[in-house]
């Protein structure tokens, strides 16, 4: 029997996680701000599948939360085999219409915790010889996008160095970018989704699907998807300055109202 530790586990992609690993018989420690959610889904999770689903209420914007978390990860007895790190959330506006706070705890979350965890999941796996990491990030890794987009990309860079210095140990690291997911994240950062063509939303089960397919071959990043494989490889061939006045044309859509 084999842990896979989630964090952002309540909804969306989290969520999605959360149930394809229950139903392959993976036991759970689910984290999250909310502690009561986090009860009820480890409560369902393990009537449903008969797997052990442990919740640990935690704040990644935090210091004691992400400690919390890390101190879970390096407990011997009780090792993790699975680390995925995807809470995250978005911000509306362009720069200088959102607050430097909300900036610097976005980068807490996306980029410090996730450092932070992958050492401590990593550290303990590679004593064991065997383990992997999914870091969840973004297509919005690969277009000039503001403190999100940045922060995407920083997750996919960090993924791909560790994975590297990594090979060979048994300890495995994935960078997960999807494309635009249909989950509670626009609906909290109060974004306008109205103008978001329907082809471009993909659903969390099938990300997640794919995203575990891409890290059983061994892929250090996975574009689920065909579309978005097919947009991100063109990207590479627009020049720079065009696809920064395309995504902050685009980006301005989910901006303040
Ligand atoms: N949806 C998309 O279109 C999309 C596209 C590309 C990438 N992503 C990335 O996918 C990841 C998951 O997003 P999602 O769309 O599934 O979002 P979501 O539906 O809003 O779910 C976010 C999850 O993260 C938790 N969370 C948020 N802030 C947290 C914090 N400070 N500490 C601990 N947990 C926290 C939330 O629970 P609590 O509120 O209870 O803490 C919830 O479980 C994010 O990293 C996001 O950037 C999303």
Known sequence: ????????STAGL???FARRLAASGHDLVLVARTAERLHEQAAELHE?????????????????GIAAVEARLGEAGRPVDLLVNNAGFGLKGRFLQV????????LKVHCEAVLRLTTAAAAAMQERSRGAVVNVASVAAFVPRGTYGASKAWVVQFTQG??????GSGVR???LCP??????????????????PGWMWLDADRVV??????????????IPDPRYKALMGAAKLVPRGLLGRVSSGAGSKYGPR
């Open 162 to 167: 560790v994975a590297r210095d990594l090979a």
């Open 209 to 222: 699907a794919e995203a575990l397919r891409d890290l059983g071959r061994g892929r250090t990043v996975s």
């Open 173 to 175: 690291l994935m960078a």
């Open 1 to 8: 029997m084999t842990t896979a530790l989630i964090t952002g």
């Open 14 to 16: 989290g969520a999605a």
């Open 48 to 64: 449903r599948h008969g797997v052990e689903a442990a919740a640990l209420p935690a704040d990644l914007a935090t210091e004691e």
């Open 99 to 106: 607050a430097l706070a909300d900036e610097l705890t976005m």
């Open 179 to 196: 494309g635009f997911v249909r989950t509670e994240f626009h609906e909290r950062a109060g974004m306008g989704t109205d103008r978001i």
